[in-house]
């Protein structure tokens, strides 16, 4: 239950900086460190929101109140997702193959999850 609040206020934090830095600044004027920042909170958010996604699933699904810690690496695995489509979008490289392509290697992690933990 402990790791429930500091993800949900993590990500509650990074979506405040994420608010304040797409209001305030522009990429130009915000350099390396700051779109590193920007990335590094929207995967925050994204890991908050994939592991409330996550923990609704197994609670309506499969009746778990419990949330191990490899369901902690699924999210983390999973959250990853957003950001390798949104630097394909910056990249403008977005299409069917690379969706494709990053949907495999998803699940490629993924299974490499399950099997080493």
Known sequence: MKHNRIISVASIAGLAALFLMLTFTS??????????????????VSFGVVTLIFQSFMRLAFKKESFRGK???YSAVLAFGPIMLLMARSFGAINLWTTGLICIFIFLAEFLVAKRA
């Not at 990429?27 to 925050?44: A, D, K, N, S, W």
């Open 27 to 44: 990429p130009t004027e915000i350099g390396p460190f700051g779109v590193l920042l920007f990335f590094t909170t929207v995967y925050i």
């Open 71 to 73: 369901d902690y690496l």
